[in-house]
């Protein structure tokens, strides 16, 4: 794979996409598009053939010829006065096997900065899982050293995400990884745990994590609502909208195969037929929808960016 060019940081960044859920303002900060080889290696039952037999997922979420469009980006909002990311993507400057993860300059910052959230305004950093291309922007390398990129911030991940990890034999990878982008968060004592019970945890009115097993065995996703309406954050239970189509999809990385696929199809079962709007974490735009029945399985809504 080829290493996706990246804006430059001289540009002016281009407006968030955003949706509102009720009185909030959920916002998309973009940080690169994923090269068309990660598709098949990510999803690899995701073939061309099977892309072909969906044209809703053509051409937002799906090439002419059946590759899939996939992206990096977080979801930034403020709850109950708090300012909170979702996710921090790749980042900058990390050495990493992927060769388009590695070493990246991007402009995500000065994006998620235009957006109304500067690094040092952030209160809360929620990390759906502990995967290199969700904890990259944790760090930033500054004086010699990795050091948290929102120094204000509280990071939330679930307990049983970090304790599966710390008694997992890594290989240098994921290893260098967890150096550059989760110890330093631990270091400096800004790493919360939390324990997400089956019908999930509030951590303030309006935001709530959902456990939703399987690709890591602590993966969450996040769901917002006010005022009668909910949103949800799918971090990586749903990669792609094909998932809709095909919930036995998995992802390449799953770490139990078996329970991601029953996490998604609880998850999209409980979804179906309602108003609440499903962001995916790796959703290429227009990134929002709203889940509904087609045929037996479901299909994608979109719901466009404002």
Same mark, same amino acid.
């Given at each position: 794979?080829?290493?996706?060019?990246?804006?430059?940081?001289?540009?002016?960044?281009?407006?968030?996409?955003?949706?509102?859920?009720?009185?909030?303002?959920?916002?998309?900060?973009?940080?690169?598009?994923?090269?068309?080889?990660?598709?098949?290696?990510?999803?690899?039952?995701?073939?061309?053939?099977?892309?072909?037999?969906?044209?809703?997922?053509?051409?937002?979420?799906?090439?002419?010829?059946?590759?899939?469009?996939?992206?990096?980006?977080?979801?930034?909002?403020? *709850?109950? +006065? %708090? /300012?909170?990311?979702?996710?921090? &993507?790749?980042?900058? !400057?990390?050495?990493?096997?992927?060769? $388009?993860?590695?070493?990246?300059?991007?402009?995500?910052?000065?994006?998620?900065?235009?957006?109304?959230?500067?690094?040092?305004?952030?209160?809360?950093?929620?990390?759906?899982?502990?995967?290199?291309?969700?904890?990259?922007?944790?760090?930033?390398?500054?004086?010699?050293?990795?050091?948290?990129?929102?120094?204000?911030?509280?990071?939330?991940?679930?307990?049983?995400?970090?304790?599966?990890?710390?008694?997992?034999?890594?290989?240098?990878?994921?290893?260098?990884?967890?150096?550059?982008?989760?110890?330093?968060?631990?270091?400096?004592?800004?790493?919360?745990?939390?324990?997400?019970?089956?019908?999930?945890?509030?951590? *303030?009115? +309006? %935001? /709530?994590?959902?456990?939703?097993? &399987?690709?890591?065995? !602590?993966?969450?996703?996040?769901?917002? $609502?006010?005022?009668?309406?909910?949103?949800?954050?799918?971090?990586?239970?749903?990669?792609?909208?094909?998932?809709?189509?095909?919930?036995?999809?998995?992802?390449?990385?799953?770490?139990?195969?078996?329970?991601?696929?029953?996490?998604?199809?609880?998850?999209?079962?409980?979804?179906?037929?309602?108003?609440?709007?499903?962001?995916?974490?790796?959703?290429?735009?227009?990134?929002?929808?709203?889940?509904?029945?087609?045929?037996?399985?479901?299909?994608?809504?979109?719901?466009?960016?404002?």
């Amino acid at each position: 794979m080829q290493t996706p060019s990246a804006t430059p940081a001289t540009a002016t960044p281009a407006t968030a996409p955003s949706w509102t859920v009720g009185d909030l303002t959920v916002h998309r900060i973009d940080e690169v598009p994923l090269p068309p080889a990660t598709g098949p290696w990510l999803l690899p039952d995701a073939t061309p053939e099977v892309v072909a037999g969906h044209d809703w997922l053509r051409p937002d979420f799906a090439g002419q010829d059946g590759v899939l469009h996939l992206d990096s980006h977080s979801f930034a909002f403020v *709850v109950d +006065g %708090l /300012r909170v990311l979702v996710d921090t &993507g790749i980042g900058n !400057g990390k050495q990493r096997a992927n060769p $388009a993860w590695h070493d990246l300059r991007t402009d995500y910052l000065e994006r998620l900065t235009a957006a109304g959230f500067a690094p040092e305004t952030v209160d809360l950093v929620v990390l759906t899982h502990l995967h290199a291309d969700h904890v990259g922007w944790n760090t930033r390398w500054e004086d010699g050293a990795w050091v948290p990129t929102f120094p204000a911030a509280r990071y939330l991940t679930a307990r049983a995400e970090r304790e599966f990890w710390a008694g997992y034999d890594m290989d240098e990878a994921r290893a260098q990884m967890f150096r550059d982008s989760v110890l330093p968060v631990e270091r400096a004592g800004q790493l919360d745990l939390v324990d997400v019970p089956a019908e999930g945890v509030q951590i *303030v009115p +309006g %935001l /709530r994590l959902i456990p939703t097993p &399987g690709h890591t065995p !602590g993966h969450i996703a996040v769901e917002l $609502a006010d005022r009668g309406e909910t949103a949800l954050i799918t971090g990586d239970c749903v990669h792609h909208p094909v998932q809709l189509a095909h919930p036995a999809i998995g992802a390449c990385v799953d770490i139990e195969p078996e329970r991601s696929e029953a996490t998604r199809r609880a998850l999209l079962a409980s979804l179906a037929g309602t108003d609440a709007l499903l962001l995916g974490t790796h959703f290429a735009p227009p990134t929002a929808g709203r889940v509904v029945a087609h045929g037996d399985a479901y299909r994608l809504q979109p719901v466009p960016a404002a």
